[in-house]
């Protein structure tokens, strides 16, 4: 038995003892419960305490952690070393926000003189838009961005878009993911050629969703502009600039493969944000994801945000046997944190072998999920509430959401109490003896009292971590976003697996393109499965 399977089995067995109490009885017999369990970072305030483990379930989670080396596991990936061994790459998406006399190094080799010579590059493009200096074919100012990407070309700079827009841009940003045309006719409605920038982004630029809309957006350019003056409409961010100009675009800007699609939102996959936003509220983004940064290589393992909220999961997940978990940001501003995080930690850790290429000994990513607080208080939480299945939930909350037309504490008070309230109500529950208490003062008879009374109950003890955010800034959004990638890191740590390839998305994308072969054959190939044969001559009448 290794160190790290002794120290798993430590966990689960005292998790198991956890079992027998709850989490409500903690705070009496473990006064110290709130100053260990609620911790401070780049802004954040972090409280775990409301999570099912003991000190000693804390302690245990924390010396699997020790165990596993988080610590130099951490080192190796900010000094850039083949974390990412499936694909022998570093994954250095740090270094995207670091100052820029920083000296980050991928496989050896300097990366931060390029960093910052393509956040200058950046810069000068938003300021020129903003300015006017940078127009269109006919030199008119641009008014509008179509942004078409998918996946981490997609979800993170469309986050950082909904959270910090302003209500009424001076640049419309649009963007394009669905291969379904009605995303991008959706898109374009409205808009004029002339006027209209279109941000191909992908990493590898040979996405098949990204190209179509791509071919989309350049008919749809071609139908006012003659191709001399496209060029100038047509702008690509990705890791093969050769093939970005080989399609058309007329300008490009690049990052690295050491960049995980992911994890690119810090580098010109936000191009078309930094432009809409400016670039001095993108580079806040970047100082907030930098103070993060700071804190999980500086803090003590007991104190680190990412690492405890990796535990509070691996905990559940390992410890519990809880596979899904749900995040409730309370603030419309957040409402696409929860698709983000989908790809973020399922796409990361979603992995049935280990770095050795070895059956995983652990579970690995739980179901993420969730809605905006408070929409999803009035759809799904009738599960996390009384459902048999335990859901950790994840309540953010921030202190003034801005952007709202009205006065920020009348608008922000209602936010807060229900998510303060849900976490409470999901810890303290209600007995039987309670609901049917209430129904009999409420005027119940006995006997309706007794059928009614279960029906009513709450059991209670239902784990939650919420995450307090002063105000909707740059500095905290992206702050929060770089504690979430570095959980996830610190998750596949203690899985031992790695976070940084995604093998799993590509057995899909083959047999789409047999499939489309078959359409276009007119008739399912030989060898086709009945079922997918018979659904496809289905679709092809
Ligand atoms: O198919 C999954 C994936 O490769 C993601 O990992 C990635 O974020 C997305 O597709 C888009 O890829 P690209 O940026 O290369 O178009």
């Excluded at 790290?4 to 966990?11: E, F, G, N, S, V």
């Excluded at 878009?161 to 409205?190: T, Y």
């Excluded at 504690?483 to 996830?488: A, V």
């Excluded at 083959?510 to 190939?525: F, H, I, R, T």
Aim: net charge negative.
């Amino acid at each position: 038995m290794t160190a790290r399977t002794q120290a798993l089995d430590m966990l689960r067995g005292v998790a198991r003892k956890d079992a027998d109490g709850r989490i409500i009885h903690q705070f009496a017999t473990d006064p110290g419960r709130i100053d260990r369990m609620g911790v401070e970072a780049a802004g954040l305030y972090l409280d775990l305490s409301k999570q099912s483990w003991s000190a000693e379930g804390f302690e245990a989670a924390l010396d699997l952690a020790r165990t596993c080396d988080v610590e130099g596991r951490r080192n190796a990936l900010f000094a850039g070393e083949a974390v990412n061994n499936t694909e022998g790459r570093a994954v250095l998406h740090p270094a995207l926000r670091a100052a820029d006399d920083a000296d980050f190094r991928a496989l050896g080799q300097p990366v931060s003189a390029e960093v910052a010579e393509a956040r200058k590059a950046m810069a000068a493009f938003a300021t020129d838009i903003g300015s006017g200096a940078e127009t269109g074919g006919s030199k008119q100012p641009f008014t509008a961005i179509v942004h078409i990407g998918i996946g981490g070309s997609d979800l993170g700079p469309r986050l950082l878009w909904e959270a910090l827009r302003p209500l009424e841009p001076v640049i419309d940003l649009r963007f394009v993911a669905n291969i379904d045309p009605r995303d991008m006719g959706e898109a374009l409605a409205g808009l004029d050629p002339e006027t209209t920038l279109v941000v191909v982004v992908s990493k590898t630029f040979t996405t098949q969703e990204t190209l179509a809309n791509a071919e989309l957006a350049k008919a749809w350019l071609a139908e006012s502009l003659s191709p001399k003056r496209m060029v100038h409409h047509l702008i690509g961010v990705t890791a093969a600039p050769e093939k970005a100009e080989a399609w058309g675009c007329g300008r490009t800007f690049g990052f690295r493969d050491w960049v995980g699609g992911r994890y690119s939102l810090w580098s010109a996959v936000s191009l078309s944000v930094a432009v809409a936003l400016g670039w001095d509220v993108f580079e806040r983004v970047l100082n907030g994801a930098r103070a993060m940064d700071e804190h999980f290589l500086s803090a003590d393992l007991e104190r680190n945000a990412p690492v405890l909220l990796a535990l509070a999961q691996i905990y559940n997940v390992e410890g519990r046997g809880r596979h899904a978990r749900t995040v409730a940001p309370y603030a419309h501003g957040l409402r696409r944190l929860p698709a983000f995080l989908q790809q973020l930690e399922m796409e990361s850790n979603g992995k049935r072998v280990k770095r050795d290429g070895t059956p995983v000994d652990t579970a690995t990513s739980p179901i993420v999920f969730g809605e905006p607080g408070t929409n999803g208080q009035h759809a799904f939480f009738q599960q996390i509430h009384q459902g048999p299945q335990v859901v950790p939930a994840e309540f953010i909350v921030v202190g003034h959401t801005s952007g709202a037309a009205m006065d920020a504490r009348e608008g922000d008070a209602p936010l807060w109490s229900n998510a303060l309230a849900q976490a409470q109500a999901l810890m303290v529950g209600k007995t039987e003896a309670e609901a049917r208490a209430e129904l009999i003062a409420a005027g119940a008879d006995e006997a309706e009292a007794d059928r009614l009374a279960p029906h009513k109950a709450f059991p209670g003890d239902r784990p939650s971590t919420t995450i307090l955010m002063d105000a909707l800034s740059p500095e905290a959004v992206g702050a929060l976003i770089a504690l979430y990638e570095h959980k996830t890191f610190v998750e596949g740590v203690i899985q031992d697996i790695n976070s940084f390839d995604q093998w799993g998305v590509e057995l899909g994308k083959a047999l789409a393109k047999a499939v489309l072969a078959d359409v276009a054959a007119g008739e399912p190939s030989a060898g086709l499965d009945p079922s997918t044969a018979e659904l496809l001559k289905r679709l092809m009448v």
